[in-house]
């Protein structure tokens, strides 16, 4: 080589070393950071992928820690429900005690009562102060609000659960398909052959009647009127569950119907003739549940087309449609369960739930408690359900002679204190307050289960998952960065070597110069 001006293979050797340096740098960076997509240049597409990836593993991440922490306080809200529940029990001991009043003293149900109204005030007092964080957890904090509720129509609404999806309020129309049914039985009082008996048992008869309470036995003498037969089965009426009445009042000739104290399949009235006296005793049923007659009488052609013999007859539960979706009922009780958008529960006002093809409307305008259980704020990742105020003003809300009423109505001076005596109504409001709070604890400890516990193990298989695939876009596999930097280590210790000796090449001109 003649040339000076220009050395070529100095050149050629100096890119090289350059680039060994620089795969020098990026093994060496690798190496120390343990990823092999640092920047954006090292692997742009798998930059994108491998940060969407991340951002999924944050989102899920915290879901898991949301859903640990919703089972916090879910434990922490079962937890005051269970004292409740314990309250409640010794309540109805102290009612059932008290109700013994051959044997009980003034004095003995003063001290039960005093006992009763503590703990009232104490099952307020957890709901006042049942809490998780500051966040208040029994005191209808976190229960839905509910605007527009008719309560000629419904006496009582309890949402569970709403799916609000960006609307800011539901509107639950409540529409009465099918009515809800006492059961009836109904027995002539009139006699086309014997006329002169009218409104008179004809002859001597022992009545079984049974209803859902329990069963009494009665007898009755010939001749004695229909409106004896009434009032003896109404004395009956809080031992059997059925009482009486005329089919046409004032008129003993209309002849009775026995009917059950509620509404409902698993309400039932039975009324058996017992012995060989009584023939002429019989009682009929309306055929197939139908609607009782605007004009009842046994001398009317299309009622007795109705009417079939029969001693037992049962109620039917209410049948309403909820926003499209069809409710169970039960007696005047509606439940809509397990829809994605609604879970309620309505308690029917008498006259509206009897009534075929009643409507009413109302709103749920908010509230509830919002757990975001998934990666992603969508309305599909999220569970929102309600907590109702569990204080004995709002707890045990029993229709008792068409009106509302709650725990509280047994503290002393209330409608159902134990100086009222009106043990029975007390018991049935206790019996609704351990069913509420039963009901509480079963739902939120299904949601922990089969929602929480599940979300968790899901989302933490997902984080598994995720985690290892971001792995093998961005982690450096140590093995072959070892092996590559071994190689880049030998090509920069040649690569120097070589540029030494190109540079030296040029010297070899001045030997043509003599020197």
Partial sequence: ???????????????????????????????????????????????????????????????????????????????????????????????????????????????????????????????????????KLLNGELDYILSGVDNSSIAKAQVYGANFAGQSDIQVDVNVVSSAQTANLYMRGDYPSAPTLNGLLQSSVTLEVAGPSGVQVIQFLSGTPITDVVAAVNSFKQATGVSAALINAGSQSSGMVFSSAGYGSDAFVSVKRLGNSGDFFQTYELGNNAPVPATFSFSDAPTLALLSQSNRDEGRDVTAVVNGALGTGSGLNISLQNTTSLTLELLLDESFGTTTGSTSTFHITGGGALYQLGGEVTSSQQINIGLASVAASRLGGTLIQGELQFLSSIKS??????????????????????????????????????????????????????????????DADFAAETS????????????????????????????????
Avoid at 97 to 107: I, K, L, P, Q, R
Avoid at 452 to 465: F, P, Y
């Fill in 1 to 135: 080589m003649a040339r000076i001006n220009s050395n070529i293979p100095s050149l050629i050797a100096r890119s090289n070393l350059n680039r060994a340096n620089k795969d020098l740098d990026t093994r060496l960076q690798r190496l120390s950071t343990g990823l092999q997509i640092n920047r954006g240049a090292d692997n742009p597409a798998g930059l994108i992928v491998s940060e969407r990836l991340r951002a999924e593993i944050s989102g899920l991440n915290q879901a898991v820690d949301n859903s640990e922490r919703a089972s916090s306080v879910i434990a922490t809200t079962e937890g005051a429900l269970s004292e409740i529940s314990d309250l409640l029990n010794s309540i109805r001991g102290l009612v059932v005690e008290a109700a013994n009043t051959g044997a009980v003293s003034d004095a003995e149900r003063a001290a039960n009562q005093l006992q009763i109204d503590s703990a009232i005030e104490s099952i307020t007092r957890i709901s006042n102060s049942a809490s998780f964080g500051g966040l």
């Fill in 413 to 474: 001076g209330g409608d159902n204190d134990l100086n009222s005596r009106h043990f029975s109504n007390a018991s049935s409001i206790l019996q609704t307050a351990s069913e509420e709070i039963s009901i509480t604890r079963g739902r939120l400890g299904a949601f922990e289960r089969n929602t929480l516990q599940t979300n968790v193990r899901s989302l933490q298989t997902a984080v598994e998952n995720l985690t290892a695939s971001e792995s093998n876009i961005r």
């Fill in 484 to 515: 590559a930097l071994t190689r880049a280590q030998v090509l920069t210790s040649t690569g120097t070597s070589v540029l030494t000796l190109a540079n030296q090449q040029a010297q070899q001109v001045l030997q043509l110069l003599g020197g």
